[in-house]
């Protein structure tokens, strides 16, 4: 309860910064994160048994153990091992604390949890819940700060309320963490755009750090997608003569942040991808089971192979599960959401043309940036997912963005109809403009023709 008062508590400090009538759903969310929180261990206690949340803790209490009995000795290492830098655990403990992955950090965060809230799995669970919505109110915070004009209800579903999102990060699990880590970078982007991009670096670093430790493969899309927004953004705003200078330099800073990604991380990179994928199928046809699915060839290890089955991939992170595919609960509120993405889709594109609906995502850079990550996130996720039960696990991440991207586009105010009332409008401009200088010139011709009369 200590715990719960406490993440309540600093959650309501952080919507009261927020302006009094957009308070009402964050307040939401945070209760729902909250509530979710001992749902969610309680459904992997009582119906799941086995999961890997019991492995982190069971595993992560050797390092529990190590710092009570020793916390000047032990607890750096700790630290050191989930920041998955050197350290002595690997020497003391090499079959189980050996390496430097995402698994290693979060069997660090159980045993730090454990040792804090002293063995409480509940209260870590709600403490998670409760950073994991701090991330996502700063996304909110972001996307305002970004599209002012945009009606803040849909902004708080998008960020705040998507029911997969809020069920799948109110836990000690890689997710909850990520988007995190993604939640913060969006806050980041959004100042550093609106103002220098070496604002608030504090930000850059607080949110890419959980990143690369649980998720490291959402950088490389996150990465593009920034550089599209920083790119949109700047040609907007300079001259004709500069904006290929822009561009090449925004082109050339983001294939050097892809190439030093690669190098951190191999298995991601343009070289290894098509092998990484293609063991990721493989294990998800070896595992089986009722909700799996296959997509491709398992066995085509070069990146054009996969990238033909890229499409397929798409489609199935965006509208799948289908309602017929269902199995259990958290498959059921995956369907339900994707569902509805996909009615709204239709709707857009019945009284849109998809160049309509490009123009006005070229137009908004934020838009731009929403379009890039679920477009590159969802192929990857799509391509290295064979199960659909941890397919509405892994594309939580995601899911925000896709969603302010259907959501700003079907809104008047901002959306493609206001990008069409807007060309409209520029056009009368430019049309009236063209009418005023042909007039000016016709009336200077008038005049010189006075003028050279008798």
């Known amino acids: 309860m200590v715990v719960l008062a406490l993440m309540a508590s600093v959650g309501f400090a952080a919507i009261q910064r927020l302006p009094a009538k957009e308070r009402t759903l964050p ?63 690997a020497v003391l403990f090499p079959e189980d604390f050996s390496g430097a992955y995402s698994t290693s950090s979060m069997l660090g965060v159980a045993g730090l949890l454990m040792f804090v809230f002293n063995d409480a799995r509940y209260a870590s669970f709600i403490a998670v819940a409760g950073v994991a919505f701090l991330g996502k109110l700063a996304s909110y915070q972001g996307v305002r700060i970004a599209l002012p004009a945009m009606e803040p209800r849909r ?21 909850s963490f990520a988007v995190t880590g993604l939640g913060i970078l969006m806050l980041w982007i959004a100042r550093a755009t609106s103002r220098s991009l070496v604002t608030s670096p504090h930000l850059l670093v607080l949110g890419a750090l959980p990143v690369y430790l649980f998720k490291p493969y959402l950088l490389f899309p996150f990465t593009l997608a920034a550089g599209a927004w920083i790119a949109l953004t700047r040609l907007k705003s300079s001259n004709a003569a500069v904006k290929p200078v822009y561009l090449l330099g925004a082109s050339a800073a983001v294939v050097g942040l892809v190439a030093a990604l690669s190098v951190a991380f191999p298995e991601f990179s343009p070289a290894k991808l098509g092998e990484s994928t293609s063991q ?44 017929f595919e269902v199995r259990n609960f958290s498959m059921l509120i995956a369907s339900g959401e994707a569902t509805l993405m996909l009615v709204l889709l239709i709707q857009l594109f019945r009284k849109n043309s998809l160049r309509e609906v490009f123009r006005a995502v070229l137009r908004s850079p934020p838009l731009a940036f929403c379009m890039v990550f679920t477009l590159i ?78």
């Open 27 to 89: 307040f939401v969310s945070l209760g729902v994160h909250l509530l979710t929180a001992p749902l969610l261990l309680a459904v992997m206690d009582y119906i799941w048994v086995a999961s890997d949340v019991h492995y982190y803790f069971e595993t992560g209490k050797t390092l529990t153990r190590l710092m009570r009995a020793d916390f000047a000795r032990w607890a750096p290492e700790v630290v050191k091992f989930t920041l998955q830098m050197p350290n002595d655990l």
């Open 155 to 175: 902004v708080a579903i998008a960020m705040l309320l998507i029911p997969s999102v809020i069920f799948w990060s109110s836990g000690v699990v890689k997710e």
């Open 280 to 323: 990721m199928q493989q294990y998800g046809a070896e595992a089986g089971g009722g909700s799996a699915y296959t997509l491709g060839n398992a066995q085509t290890q070069s990146l054009s192979g996969q990238l033909a089955f890229a499409p397929i991939a798409l489609v199935t992170v965006l509208v799948r599960p289908f309602v």
């Open 377 to 454: 996130a969802g192929m990857a996720i799509g391509l290295a997912t064979s199960n659909f039960g941890t397919l509405s696990r892994y594309r939580i991440p995601m899911m925000p963005y896709y969603a302010m991207l259907v959501l700003v586009l079907t809104d008047k105010r901002v959306g493609v109809a206001a990008n069409k009332a807007l060309a409209e409008m520029e056009a009368a401009a430019l049309a009236a403009e063209a009418a005023a200088r042909k007039r000016r010139r016709a009336r200077a011709a008038m005049s010189e023709n006075a003028e050279s009369s008798p």
